[in-house]
């Protein structure tokens, strides 16, 4: 019997593995960050021991950061804590760090694969749960706990119980507003927010196919709030030409031998899933979330269900989070007063983000009443968008083109939405409190959201393009 991707990979980087234990797992590269890396250095220090292998492993600031003043001293007394940390940890135990200035600081999910360090056949692993984003390029990464992060610091393995495999199926053509992540938002409103739980999923399928690398990222971003442990795309094509000349890619000889590698790793025809879902693209609306999780989410022309299309024992959940967004159930969100958007995050603040967006608004203006924030995921993307002029078509917008950081995506830093008001975010969770105590996040695309932006109300950008 053949092996799926997944198969392929894992198998490949197991060291130990034992009948009813978890399998001892190698892993290629190891990211870090300011939140969940401090007490995991400090376990490392109480034991007396180093970073067994420090090169495999990459730090970067970016939760706790602020997306204004960069070059100030950070005003929150615990992000400013964080930080410092890291700085302090990096440098004793020998990791490299792109903290605030260097020019390869940025979100950690963003950096990987823009420098050319995120590859296809690698095991990732990092102490944030969206570290799925890497498996678009073919590569098994997954998120990790502190005391996973310490475990990996010391051993560069990880005890981990192998995941069953799934495949999500998407064919047919998009339609016209339709991006990346709608796709996602539209698989999980169908499965729900623990519709893969234990599973590993790969994404296939003509549309999968035809998006761009980017694209990719956004899909495999939020797999981990279907509740799967994460996700990935075989690499192609599409994937070689993206990594080629990039910063830490193989150059020369190396990438013929790593391309030759990497044009293996693609599941087997006559492989078996333990689980396959199919969806057509042309059932695909611009999606938007009402709710409390991400897989309370619909087609933007949609109602919000009624109370009677609810299963009873998730009716409480449904009416709580309902009330807590202050909607009605059978009414639409198409027309409501947006006060914030954020465009940004881990799961859209990359290049191809920032240019979809300008070249919606390019010659329009913000509605007067609403709050526009622009975050890049990285200090190349930001020069990148100030060498094309996208900042300056965001300025003539009323749009603010801010520094690199998580930002509104969670409350970690300065940019909290303020209590009762409404945002539009392209970020991956709407969580109660995630933008700000008592703030209301409606999850959509960079599309959808800068619509938004234009108009101040839930809109459908199909009308506008």
């Not at 302090?88 to 135990?93: K, L």
């Not at 761009?212 to 990935?232: D, V, W």
Request: with cysteine; glycine share 10%.
């Amino acid at each position: 019997m053949g092996k799926t991707l997944f198969d392929k990979i894992w198998d490949s980087h197991i060291v130990a593995s034992k009948p009813g234990f978890p399998d001892a797992v190698y892993i290629n590269t190891h990211f870090i960050h300011e939140v969940t890396s401090p007490q995991a250095f400090d376990g490392l220090r109480k034991r007396g021991i180093p970073v067994f292998r420090p090169g495999k492993t990459r730090a970067t600031a970016d939760h706790n950061v602020p997306t204004v003043d960069q070059h100030l001293p950070i005003k929150e007394a615990l992000s400013r804590k964080q930080v410092e940390m890291l700085t302090t940890n990096t440098a004793e135990f020998g990791v490299e760090l792109y903290g605030l200035g260097h020019r390869y600081q940025g979100i950690v999910h963003v950096i990987g694969p823009e420098l050319g360090i995120t590859l296809p056949g690698m095991t990732i692993v990092c102490g944030d749960s969206h570290t799925s984003t890497h498996g678009a390029f073919g590569a098994v990464a997954f998120g990790i706990g502190t005391s996973e992060v310490e475990q990996v610091l010391a051993t560069q393995c990880i005890l981990q119980y192998k995941p069953k495999r799934m495949k999500i199926e998407v064919n047919g053509q998009l339609k016209k507003g339709v991006v990346s992540k709608d796709i996602i938002l539209y698989i999980i409103s169908k499965i729900s927010a623990s519709g893969a739980t234990g599973y590993f999923v790969e994404y296939a399928g003509e549309a999968i196919r035809g998006l761009s690398m980017e694209a990719r990222m956004t899909i495999c971003n939020m797999s981990i709030e279907m509740g799967a442990r994460g996700g990935l795309i075989a690499p192609d094509s599409t994937t070689f030409d993206y990594i080629k000349g990039r910063e830490f890619a193989p150059k020369g000889e190396d990438w013929n031998k790593a391309l030759a590698c990497w044009q293996t790793l693609h599941t087997d025809e006559d492989a078996v899933f333990d689980k396959v879902l199919s969806f057509d693209a042309a059932d695909i609306e611009p999606q938007i979330t009402y709710g409390t999780n991400p897989g309370m989410g619909m087609g933007v022309t949609q109602h919000i269900p009624s109370l009677g299309d609810i299963e009873d024992k998730e009716k409480p959940s449904f009416s709580k989070s309902l009330q807590y967004m202050d909607l009605a159930p059978g009414s639409r969100l198409l027309g409501k007063k947006v006060d914030y958007v954020f465009i940004g995050s881990c799961t859209n603040s990359r290049i191809e983000d920032l240019r979809m967006v300008a070249g919606f608004v390019k010659g329009k203006k913000k509605a007067d009443d609403v709050t526009v924030w622009i975050v890049p995921g990285s200090k190349q993307v930001e020069a990148q968008a100030i060498e094309e002029g996208i900042d300056k078509i965001f300025e003539a917008a009323g749009f603010q083109l801010r520094q690199p950081g998580c930002s509104a995506c969670l409350g970690m830093n300065e940019d909290k939405i303020p209590a009762g008001k409404y945002c539009i975010a392209t970020s991956n969770r709407n969580f109660e409190g995630r933008q700000g105590p008592n703030a209301r996040t409606f999850l959509a695309s960079p599309l959808t959201a800068a619509a938004a932006a234009i108009t101040g109300r839930v809109t459908d950008v199909r009308e506008l393009i």
